[in-house]
């Protein structure tokens, strides 16, 4: 009864005064509900601001000392959070790791720097921005707030090679993005994969890098975009997967590329490493099996393909056709990562590149522990092949020393085909966004904070 009494009296109280400071001095004019309140058990009042939204958990706080105390700790804000359409670990690795712009900089959940209140009340004023994950193959698009792409677009055919820094081509791709999701650019951020070319740590690759990056900034720009936030696709793919340091395996349409990433940064210096094929050779192989005409675009949809654990092992085994179609070609289409010269391609395996880049990583001895390179994140269409990253760990097992290989994880695209567009998202959600990651046109030449 007193509970029941409690809550009618703070909801007529809360309600009877709109201007916080008068509501402030009627509640604490009260003190018959404040001191029932005081006496509830600690799980009891958890459990009411449990029950309500976190703004009328801010009424509530103005109650009593003891519902002030709980909603002033972080308990219940990261309840509230936990409530939001993210998960809650994808939420916490954001705040924690990347709510500080690059350079990137560890916030311990216990710091002042972060209050979780302060966290749950900036995201939800953060505005609605524009996600662009471009590449060769294909792109995805949609907005920051939206659980997945809007969208998607087959790049290679529509506007043809936008990893060049020519403006009419970038201007005419980004025009095509922005009128197919019905938004102006100059209403809001946008956020941007920088695709994975020029990866050599030359002068000549770093100044093609350069020239691309100016060209993406100017189109942006000169569209009225307010600010920009661009970062390397493997970096947000490493993102996504809640990791700032590791590899990524990008298997893209034309190469794939094997990217060493240290606290966000790509370790080029180190090495990243490129083999000559990517999923463009992998769905010509199923066309030319199944002997059909479709376009490689079509050919992806009709992918049932898998990754043998052991190749020879599945080879020998009677498969049954699918539709009359597919039978040994179901896990051959896969193997050609693993053994390209079984069909014709003179390239070095997958495992081959991701141990020679794990090795190279080992030499550098950048850090004391060395276990920075033992996260490895697969990511592109292709890298979502079932048991791809089972097969992965298995042969760099057998192909590394146990120093290096002791401890690997090779973990799957954990979106999927969208799995860069989401590491977009984490940034573009975060409490302190736009402001550590995005640049500005009055910024541009003095500041830089795209990430390559």
Not at 28 to 56: A, G, H, T, Y
Not at 252 to 268: D, E, S, W, Y
Not at 351 to 362: F, P, R, S
Not at 386 to 392: F, I, N
Request: net charge positive; glycine share 8%; aromatic share 8%.
């Amino acid at each position: 009864m007193n509970l029941r009494k409690v809550w009618g009296s703070v909801w007529s109280r809360s309600k009877c005064c709109k201007d916080p400071k008068k509501a402030i001095k009627v509640l604490e004019s009260s003190s018959s509900s404040i001191s029932v309140f005081d006496q509830l058990p600690m799980d009891i009042l958890v459990k009411i601001l449990m029950l309500v939204e976190p703004r009328d958990a801010l009424k509530l706080s103005l109650t009593c000392k003891a519902l002030k105390r709980l909603v002033g700790c972080n308990r219940i804000w990261i309840f509230y959070l936990k409530c939001l359409q993210d998960s809650w670990d994808s939420i916490f690795f954001a705040e924690t790791s990347l709510r500080f712009g690059y350079p990137l900089r560890m916030v311990s959940s216990e710091s002042e720097e972060l209050m979780f209140v302060r966290v749950y009340g900036h995201r939800a004023q953060v505005p609605d921005s524009i996600i662009i994950d471009g590449g060769s193959g294909y792109c995805k698009f949609g907005r920051s707030k939206n659980d997945s792409p809007s969208g998607r677009s087959v790049t290679f055919l529509e506007f043809g090679n936008i990893e060049s820094p020519i403006y009419a081509r970038l201007q005419q791709f980004f025009v095509t993005i922005f009128n197919r999701m019905q938004v102006k650019p100059y209403m809001q951020p946008v956020v941007v994969s920088l695709p994975l070319c020029h990866q050599d740590d030359t002068e000549s690759a770093k100044a093609s890098r350069r020239q691309l990056k100016t060209a993406i900034l100017n189109v942006l720009f000169d569209m009225n975009v307010p600010a920009v936030c661009a970062v390397n696709q493997a970096i947000l793919a490493l993102y996504a997967a809640r990791q700032t340091s590791g590899i990524v395996v990008n298997i893209g349409f034309q190469v794939i590329t094997i990217v060493p990433i240290l606290n966000g940064k790509v370790m080029r210096k180190v090495g990243v490493e490129v083999i000559g094929f990517g999923a463009s050779k992998l769905t010509g192989f199923l066309k030319e099996k199944m002997r059909i005409s479709l376009s490689l675009h079509a050919i992806q949809t009709l992918k049932e393909c898998y990754v043998a654990l052991d190749y020879e092992d599945e080879l020998s085994r009677e498969t049954k056709e699918i539709a009359g179609t597919l039978s040994n070609e179901r896990f051959q289409t896969g193997e050609i990562l693993f053994q390209p010269r079984l069909f014709g391609m003179r390239a070095m395996g997958l495992q081959q590149g991701v141990a020679l880049c794990m090795d190279h990583c080992d030499a550098a001895g950048i850090t004391g522990d060395g276990s920075w390179f033992k996260t490895i994140v697969l990511a592109g269409g292709s890298a979502s092949l079932p048991g791809l990253a089972e097969r992965l760990e298995k042969e760099l097992h057998d192909y590394l020393p146990a120093s290096i290989c002791n401890g690997v994880r090779v973990i799957p695209p954990p979106y999927g085909v969208d799995t860069a567009w989401h590491g977009a998202k984490l940034i573009s959600n975060l409490s302190t966004f736009p402001g550590p990651w995005c640049i500005t046109r009055k910024q541009l030449p003095r500041k830089s904070r795209l990430m390559w």
